[in-house]
């Protein structure tokens, strides 16, 4: 049975930071790539970070403009876990945070919500003004 289970999120301080977790269970991990979407109350589900399965050379990341040079998304294959450091929280970025996973051949970050297989339930992140 597939579970994606986040961790991590609460209410901070604008200009605060958070740490969220992913802890995965079900599959093989080390053979997916994984990221981190967000939902807003009235909005789509967008992406925020990517990382890729790990290679020969290491892990690729893509993030979103918005939250590049503040975001660090990781991954950990031997806690079947993938990170999001949040740093220097704006309100606009308070949302729902999901972690997504899908099966992946080569080290390629993806950055679309459909190609992504599994998802969390999500965790809040609340970030007052």
């Known amino acids: 049975q597939v579970e994606l289970v986040e961790s991590g999120g609460g209410l901070v301080h604008n200009g605060g930071s958070l740490r969220l977790s992913c802890l995965s269970s079900?599959?093989?991990?080390?053979?997916?790539?994984m990221a981190w979407f967000r939902q807003a109350p009235g909005k789509e589900r967008e992406f925020v970070a990517a990382?890729?399965?790990?290679?020969?050379?290491?892990?690729?990341?893509e993030y979103t403009d918005s939250v590049k040079g503040r975001f660090t998304i990781s991954r950990d294959d031997a806690k079947n876990t993938v990170y999001l450091q949040m740093n220097s929280l704006k309100p606009e970025d308070a949302a729902v945070y999901h972690c997504?996973?899908?099966?992946?051949?080569?080290?390629?970050?993806?950055?679309?919500?459909?190609?992504?297989?599994?998802w969390g339930q999500g965790t809040q992140v609340t970030v007052s003004s």
């Open positions: 997504g996973a899908r099966r992946s051949i080569g080290t390629y970050a993806h950055t679309a919500k459909d190609d992504y297989t599994y």
């Open positions: 079900g599959f093989n991990f080390v053979f997916y790539g």
């Open positions: 990382i890729s399965r790990s290679g020969r050379n290491g892990t690729t990341t």
